[in-house]
T-cell receptor, first 111, second 116 residues
Framework: GQQLNQSPQSMFIQEGEDVSMNCTSSSIFNTWLWYKQDPGEGPVLLIALYKAGELTSNGRLTAQFGITRKDSFLNISASIPSDVGIYFCAGLTQGAQKLVFGQGTRLTINP | DGGITQSPKYLFRKEGQNVTLSCEQNLNHDAMYWYRQDPGQGLRLIYYSQIVNDFQKGDIAEGYSVSREKKESFPLTVTSAQKNPTAFYLC???????????????FGPGTRLLVL
């Protein structure tokens, strides 16, 4: 089946640093979604991307739909303690009925 | 407020017992989904439904059953055939699968199932 490779698996950074993570696949995607999950809670949608090359921001978060349609990137600028959590990418290929999820990037911030 | 609710937050199951997890949405979404999440792992699809009275198996449907009698409700039953049911269960919904932006899924708060 289709797979999404999300990296890195975990990140340990200092407060105030910028963060970058990405998802790649050998398949072409029509939709890319980025979610954040806090411990014991459901994932919350951060950014949705529907067009190749699209660059969308949500506060300090910026995500891009790769021009090849096989990857997506999420950047967080000037990280703060509440950014801690697990970030998931998800994508949908043409004609598919189910989202494919990455394995998640666990972000830890040292104050 | 519009959203997805799951109940209970925590559920305990005895060996050999069936338990049902509730998922309700008032977003008027067509599609609903059930995922299982194990510690430190990603999401695995159990079942999904794109329309009332219809549902399809996901990647790990064995030991689970669902029904979709109403648009707003998609209960999941964890049967005694599921030998390792301890996990975090997440319900999600999306507006119009197959349409641009329609596949975006919104998640409930989750139910943690523990086996006694």
């Amino acid at each position: 089946g289709q797979q999404l490779n999300q990296s890195p698996q975990s990140m340990f950074i200092q407060e105030g640093e910028d963060v970058s993570m990405n998802c790649t696949s050998s398949s072409i995607f029509n939709t890319w979604l980025w979610y954040k999950q806090d411990p014991g809670e459901g994932p919350v949608l951060l950014i949705a991307l529907y067009k190749a090359g699209e660059l969308t921001s949500n506060g300090r978060l910026t995500a891009q739909f790769g021009i090849t349609r096989k990857d997506s990137f999420l950047n967080i600028s000037a990280s703060i303690p509440s950014d801690v959590g697990i970030y998931f990418c998800a994508g949908l290929t043409q004609g598919a009925q189910k989202l494919v999820f990455g394995q998640g990037t666990r972000l830890t911030i040292n104050p | 407020d519009g959203g997805i609710t799951q109940s209970p937050k925590y559920l305990f199951r005895k060996e050999g017992q069936n338990v049902t997890l509730s998922c309700e949405q008032n977003l008027n979404h067509d599609a609903m989904y059930w995922y299982r999440q194990d510690p430190g792992q990603g999401l695995r699809l159990i079942y999904y439904s794109q329309i009332v009275n219809d549902f399809q198996k996901g990647d790990i449907a064995e030991g689970y059953s669902v029904s979709r009698e109403k648009k707003e409700s998609f209960p999941l039953t964890v049967t005694s055939a599921q030998k390792n049911p301890t996990a975090f269960y997440l319900c999600a919904s999306s507006d119009h699968p197959g349409q641009t932006a329609g596949e975006t899924q919104y998640f409930g708060p989750g139910t943690r199932l523990l086996v006694l």
